[in-house]
């Protein structure tokens, strides 16, 4: 089970699992932007069957900005005896956090995103519990140990992208994960706030702390996403994503802590410009 805002390479992989082993991907319905927390956690429960056998939840939506009420959703699998993937890329070195207040049993992340470690960098957390039961992808000497290592069986593999994760960690701990949230927290507040109030702005999740950290999607009622990503970029060499999936369509807005000031204001006034005179023709 998974919702219909989570990674597409994460509901692809259960896809291919439909089709091969006959398993069925269940799909939570999440209108946006989410209100409460708890119709998240609803919407989970209304589809668990007593055949449901895993639970999949993104920590921060990535087509949103949405922080998902992650400890919620794992207590209502171990509720149910269900365990819990929580897909971590857009959280880790994002928000301040702690692993087991989330009380998960896997949770997995890329650092190339919020770390700015090499791509092709990641990690994995598997509860003790869980490790001698899960088969690692690739071989390994011994497949059914309780040791995670045997999960590093990936083949030969460059070295390099590897060795950049110890720098990027120095730096995130030098910045220190407190400090690093509250300016990506500031800086998402500085653009949002200058154009909130425009009534043909709306938000693909509510801005407060509890719903949205450093990014947020937004949309500028009768102004196609692709069209202003190409405006921003061709005339201001400026890059955001457009977003159409999932039912939520915007523009997805992503600083992060090498960022300046400068350039989230000239963002701003380029927004302000195509709401007080529309996209160039």
């Known amino acids: 089970m998974a919702c219909e805002l989570d990674y597409p390479r994460m509901l692809n992989t259960y896809r291919q699992r439909e089709l091969r082993e006959g398993i069925k991907l269940r799909l939570a319905p999440i209108a946006t932007p989410i209100q409460d927390p708890n119709d998240v956690v609803e919407a989970y429960r209304r589809l668990i069957t007593p055949k449901t056998k895993v639970i999949l939840c993104s920590h921060v939506v990535f087509v949103t900005g949405q922080i998902m009420p992650v400890r919620e959703l794992c207590r209502l699998g171990v509720e149910h005896g269900i365990p819990v993937i929580v897909d971590g890329a857009h959280a880790f070195a994002h928000m301040a956090f702690q692993r087991d207040d989330l009380e998960c049993d896997y949770y997995g992340t890329s650092l190339h995103k919020w770390l700015t470690a090499a791509h092709g960098t990641g990690f994995l957390y598997v509860r003790r519990s869980r490790i001698a039961d899960l ?3 690739m071989a ?6 309780d040791d995670i290592r045997k999960f590093e069986e ?3 593999h460059p070295a390099a992208n590897r060795m950049t ?3 990027a960690l120095l730096i ?3 910045i220190g994960p407190q400090r690093k949230e509250a300016r990506l927290r500031y800086l998402r507040e500085r653009w ?9 702005v709306s938000f693909a999740a509510r801005l407060d702390p509890q719903h949205t950290c450093g990014f947020v999607t937004f949309a500028i009622e009768g102004v196609e996403p692709q069209a202003l990503a190409a405006h921003l970029w061709n005339r201001h060499r400026i890059i955001v994503v457009p977003i159409d999936y999932g039912g939520v369509k ?3 807005v992503s600083p992060n802590t090498y960022t300046s000031i400068e350039e989230i204001d000239l963002f701003s006034r380029a927004i302000e410009d195509v709401l ?6």
């Open 154 to 156: 990936i083949g030969t």
């Open 172 to 174: 995130y701990d030098a």
């Open 165 to 167: 994760i110890a720098e």
């Open 276 to 281: 007080a005179h529309g996209l160039p023709a």
């Open 192 to 200: 949002t706030q200058r154009i909130a109030d425009d009534p043909r």
């Open 135 to 137: 088969w690692p992808l």
């Open 250 to 252: 915007g523009v997805r």
């Open 140 to 145: 390994a000497v011994h497949p059914r140990s």
